[in-house]
């Protein structure tokens, strides 16, 4: 019984002879009783019962066999059919079946009753599978009547069983990927369908990535998982295993050992540590012979696939293209529905799904996020000048741009036209550089594009709406956003505009925001704010870092994250750092004055200001008038002072550093972090981050990143100043990473300078 075709006629075969068996042997047991029967008859009979394809037995009362054919000796391999008689189902199972079949056929003996065709789980003979058998137990009577034993009839239908669960299987595979179920949910369901069906064998299903050069994880149920992440990405080859070379040809690949196929020559020792000792892989096909991945059956035995096995090897991938190509299809139709042709930006209804989970976020996390609608000045004589072809490639040429100069947790968007939204999602509560980052979009938008010979220069007007204090939707964020884009539009081209509740309230055009800066700094509306740095351990002051604010007329204390950008872009920063430079110099002075224990004053200094050609003078100038000893003043600077203007940086440096003056680098960790410049520039010491100080010391990450900052400064002689510590638990870090100074909110906030004397006498 191998082949499915013949497994019903075989049955109706044995159906029909059941019914003349069932009387003859009534008969031949009659006349063992005791009545003569012809001798023809019986030998006739018994040859009927010994070419039976399937199991035929007589038993009596007690459950004894009285007879079996010869199909049974087979089964249990005993020759001798004798042996059997007087022998029971004790003898031949174990305890469990060998009474279940028992109580069935007592049952049938007491009633009378004969019970037909039932299915019975027959446990493994001699090694092999458990086996299905399709039984008939029939009562058997004597002249009188009477009940005297049982005839039993019974074949093997496991194959078939296994051919009908293949099918439940099968139906149930096509159902998953009819109701859209995840691809990794159906993959795993086929090979685990597989593993059900074939012992010893372990099924792994790869698929091959995008531009079709490596293969990655996509169902491997029972493959061990050091195993499945070892062979995860890896890249497909004419010599890379099963999978990289099935992938690669596109045909199965069948090693019967990979202790000695050439294929594996790269992975032995691998599989030789999971003990597999054959792979047969089969690559996964789209319609149109495209790969999409790869089949796998590993064992643990040397052996090839049987007939039956690569049949349904064949069945199984072509499910899986199905599952596969299906999938994909969807999210090629997701991606055409969230996209925009042209530039392959996100659309509107894109942003409106991201933009809700992002604001759910920021809710949670309490941070901000800042959305910018960007609209490009005159795009209609830019048309009109180039043609629609002009038109498009800027289009392409700026959603580009503007894609690569945002962050990946930042989103750009298309809304049409030439209308653009970016999404700013900042990383941290004090994320400050919002306003730099726009400037540099927009900067980037101002290069001109060249198109057939031509450079066309392109400018655009962004207007600003943050989260969450110009709207709690995306719909509201949206809307002011807008708006406030046409305003900066009625500013001139080229502008980038903030919303703000008042304006909108339309108080009347203010003045433009840098003349209002340039007032300021003449006005005396700009203050300094102290905030004290301190040791660790012993909580002495150490020294205090000015922080600039500007005290608005309406808007009240300003922070220097909204207007120091601004001043740099317009050069405005000069004036306002002399100004900072001498206020803090001044201030040195008169807390040592009024007899305090003298401290070091930093000053934060920006690019522009850094690299101006005065700026040292300026410098020797403000200690000089306030008659301070240079060594309590510090100046703070950021590694993109470092960056864009290196030569110019080392040389002031190297003109202030002999005065006495000790310089800092500040917010290290949050931008490049180069460590090359630690080793150029000649730093006294080293600000810590406050993005790095936030996740400690919960985030592993981030201690580790702490530690190596620490003893990296250490080596290189430089004293860590921790910023931003908000918590005893922070603190407890920093001792124990020995890290000297730290600043922030747990000791104190920035204060007014009339606050710093009380502070120090604590
Ligand atoms: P910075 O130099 O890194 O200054 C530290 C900032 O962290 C300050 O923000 C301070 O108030 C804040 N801070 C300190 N401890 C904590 C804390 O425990 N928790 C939290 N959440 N924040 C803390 P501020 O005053 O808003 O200054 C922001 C940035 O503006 C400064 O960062 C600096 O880069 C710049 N800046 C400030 N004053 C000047 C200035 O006079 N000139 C220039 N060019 N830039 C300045
Ligand atoms: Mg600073
Ligand atoms: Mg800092």
Request: proline share 4%; net charge negative; charged share 25%.
């Amino acid at each position: 019984m191998n082949d499915v075709s013949a497994a019903r006629p075989q049955a109706i075969a044995t159906d029909l002879d059941t019914k003349r068996i069932v009387s003859a042997t009534e008969a031949l047991f009659a006349s063992k009783a005791g009545r003569p029967a012809s001798g023809i008859e019986d030998i006739r009979l018994k040859a009927i019962i010994h070419a039976l394809p399937g199991f035929f037995f007589v038993k009596d009362r007690d459950s004894r066999f009285v007879f079996v054919n010869a199909v049974v000796g087979r089964h249990f391999g005993i020759d001798d059919l004798d042996w059997f008689v007087g022998r029971c189902d004790f003898d031949l199972f174990d305890i469990e079946t060998a009474r279940h079949h028992f109580a069935i056929e007592q049952h049938i003996m007491e009633s009378g009753e004969a019970r037909l065709d039932f299915e019975e789980a027959v446990p493994a003979t001699m090694g092999g599978n458990t086996k299905c058998f399709l039984t008939s137990k029939i009562p058997l009577r004597n002249n009188r009547g009477e009940v005297v034993g049982i005839i039993g009839v019974s074949h093997d239908i496991t194959e078939r069983k296994a051919l009908e669960d293949l099918r439940r299987s099968q139906a149930q595979l096509t159902e998953m990927i009819a109701r859209n179920e995840p691809l990794e949910m159906i993959l795993e369901a086929l090979v685990l369908m597989f593993e059900a069906e074939i012992d010893g064998i372990y099924g792994s299903i790869l698929l091959l990535d995008s531009d079709g050069r490596r293969l990655h994880h996509g169902a491997a149920p029972n493959l061990p998982g050091a195993y499945s992440r070892i062979i995860d990405g890896v890249v497909i080859g004419p010599n890379v295993g099963s999978c990289g070379t099935a992938a690669w040809h596109g045909t199965p690949v069948i090693v019967e050992d990979m202790l000695i196929d050439p294929l594996w020559a790269d992975f032995r020792p691998l599989v030789q540590q999971f003990g597999f000792r054959s792979c047969w892989s089969t690559p996964i096909l789209t319609a149109q012979n495209n790969v999409l991945g790869t089949f796998a059956l590993y064992s643990k035995e040397v052996r090839r696939p049987t007939p039956r096995e690569t049949e349904m090897v064949a069945m199984a991938t072509h499910i899986a293209g199905i599952a596969i190509e299906r999938k994909r299809g969807d999210e090629r139709i997701q991606f055409m529905a969230h996209h925009d042709d042209l530039t392959g930006l996100p659309n509107r209804a894109f942003f409106k799904e991201r933009m809700a989970k992002t604001l759910h976020h920021a809710r949670r996390n309490g941070r901000k996020v800042t959305v910018a609608y960007l609209d490009v000045d005159n795009f209609k004589d830019i048309n009109d000048r180039h043609g629609h072809g002009g038109g498009d490639e800027v289009l392409k040429e700026i959603a580009a741009r503007m894609a690569n100069s945002v962050r990946a947790s930042d989103m750009v968007v298309r809304l049409g036209g030439d209308e653009f939204l970016v999404v700013l999602v900042h990383q941290s509560s004090h994320d400050n550089g919002m306003v730099r980052r726009l400037r540099e979009l927009q900067k980037a938008v101002l290069k001109p594009i060249h198109y057939r010979d031509q450079q066309i220069e392109v400018t655009c007007s962004i207007g600003v709406a943050s989260f969450p204090s110009d709207g709690a939707t995306s719909e509201e964020l949206l809307a002011n956003a807008d708006a406030t884009m046409y305003q900066a539009k009625q500013l001139g081209r080229n502008a980038i505009r903030y919303h703000s509740s008042d304006r909108a309230a339309g108080v009347g055009m203010p003045l433009s925001e840098q003349e209002e800066l340039r007032h300021a700094i003449a006005s005396e509306q700009l203050v300094l704010h102290y905030q004290p740095q301190v040791d660790v351990t012993t909580l002495e002051v150490t020294g205090v870092e000015a922080l600039v604010r500007w005290n608005h007329p309406t808007r009240g204390m300003v922070p220097p994250g909204e207007f120091i950008p601004m001043a740099e872009e317009s050069g405005l920063v000069i004036p306002l750092g002399l100004w900072v430079l001498n206020e803090a110099c001044r201030q040195a002075r008169q807390w040592q004055d009024m007899g305090l224990p003298p401290i070091c004053v930093a000053v934060n200094v920006s690019a522009r200001q850094f690299t101006d050609r005065d700026f040292g003078r300026h410098v020797r100038e403000a200690i000089e008038r306030f008659a301070l000893a240079p060594r309590w003043l510090e100046l703070e600077l950021t590694e993109s002072v470092l960056m864009e203007h290196a030569d110019r940086a080392l040389a002031t440096m190297n003109a202030l550093r002999p005065l006495g003056i000790r310089f800092s680098i500040d917010d290290f960790g949050a931008g490049y972090s180069s460590l090359a410049s630690l080793k150029t520039f000649p730093f006294d010491r080293l600000k810590m981050d406050r993005s790095l100080i936030e996740a400690l010391p919960s985030d592993k990450t981030a201690v580790a990143i702490g530690l190596a900052v620490i003893s990296l400064a250490q080596t290189l002689k430089l004293t860590v100043v921790a910023e931003g510590i908000e918590t005893e638990a922070q603190r407890e870090f920093l001792r124990f990473a020995k890290c000297e100074e730290a600043q922030g909110y747990l000791f104190s906030r920035p204060l007014p300078a009339d606050q710093i004397p009380a502070f120090l006498r604590r």
